[in-house]
């Protein structure tokens, strides 16, 4: 079965400066995706960042960079730059994709908290 | 438009109401989902619907009853709720939910459901 372990309830970060949230993950799949949403206050679970099991190289999307580590499992996101809004809840979430009967089911992680400090 | 919207922002019901939440794509997703979120936890999947058709229920009490009338629209339909079934409603939508690819879920802003 697969696992997304967030270890980090909450984090704080002043702004300007960069922050690394943490994500570790298990499954027996070769074949999956690694996928961070960003979820303020209001509820809107928004799509940040997508990294391959195949892809070589980290991704990246504006501020967010992903530090893909495939032999370590681990998959952290970087923000560079914090800004005041960056300030919500960040889950990292994993998709199998090997099985065919994956059907999109996505697992996440329990979510950090960050806060960023003016 | 790269947009999921959703109806009714806020719900608060009665436990021997009927109500139904609605939830919209333009996008041409052929996979849609209904997530339930408790505060400061996870989503949690409830239901897929895979080309109009349902391929998964995470074991879901019969209170809580999906439709899925075409391709662009999902409705979860609630009756006899409980008070611990408050919570927000996410419904996401993706390219497909076959494996083999690597679209994302959109989602959108969500429902929040108090039950009374």
């Known amino acids: 079965a697969q696992k997304i372990t967030q270890t980090q309830p909450g984090m704080f970060v002043q702004e300007k400066e960069a922050v690394t949230l943490d994500c570790t993950y298990d499954t027996s799949d070769p074949s999956y995706g690694l996928f961070w949403y960003k979820q303020p206050s209001s509820g809107e679970m928004i799509f940040l960042i997508y990294q391959g099991s195949y892809d070589q190289q980290n991704a990246t999307e504006g501020r967010y960079s992903l530090n893909f580590q495939k032999a370590r499992k681990s998959a952290n996101l970087v923000i560079s730059a914090s800004q005041l809004g960056d300030s919500a809840m960040y889950f990292c979430?994993?998709?199998?994709?090997?099985?065919?009967?994956?059907?999109?089911?996505?697992?996440f992680g329990q979510g950090t908290i960050l806060t960023v400090h003016p | 438009d790269t947009e999921v919207t959703q109806t009714p922002k806020h719900l608060v019901m009665g436990m021997t109401n009927k109500k139904s939440l609605k939830c919209e794509q333009h996008m041409g997703h052929r996979a849609m989902y209904w997530y339930k979120q408790k505060a400061k936890k996870p989503p949690e999947l409830m239901f897929v619907y895979s080309y109009e058709k349902l391929s998964i229920n995470e074991s879901v009490p019969s209170r809580f009853s999906p439709e899925c009338p075409n391709s662009s629209l999902l409705n979860l339909h609630l009756h006899a709720l409980q008070p611990e079934d408050s919570a927000l409603y996410l419904c996401a939508s993706s390219q497909d939910a076959s494996g083999g690819s690597y679209n994302e879920q959109f989602f959108g802003p969500g429902t929040r459901l108090t039950v009374l």
């Open positions: 979430a994993m998709r199998e994709i090997g099985g065919g009967t994956s059907y999109g089911k996505l697992t």
